[in-house]
């Protein structure tokens, strides 16, 4: 009965930083994409005041477009690597 209940622990065992640092060894272009759309959106909030006369939408937009296209980037460089 007790081998029912055996279930391998060893994964709930691990702290969030070692499984942090295990996930981004498999898959590093994650925390790549993550970063990386992380700098768009302050690069985005920095430059909000100085938009001049640009509507709100087209500068949102623009910076949605733009961490987008970084994230799909990181994701097919990370697609071509794993391969």
């Known amino acids: 009965m ?6 391998s622990l060893s994964s709930y065992d691990e702290d969030q930083g070692s499984k942090l640092i295990r996930k981004a060894r ?9 970063a990386g759309f992380a700098a768009i959106v302050a690069y985005g909030l920095h430059k909000w005041k100085s938009r001049g006369d640009t509507k709100m ?10 961490a987008q296209g ?12 794993s391969m």
């Open 26 to 34: 498999e898959a590093p272009f994650v925390p790549i994409g993550t």
């Open 70 to 81: 970084f994230v799909v980037g990181a994701m097919t460089l990370g697609m071509g690597y």
């Open 57 to 66: 939408s087209v500068h949102l937009i623009h910076m949605r477009v733009a």
């Open 2 to 7: 007790s081998s029912d209940t055996d279930v």
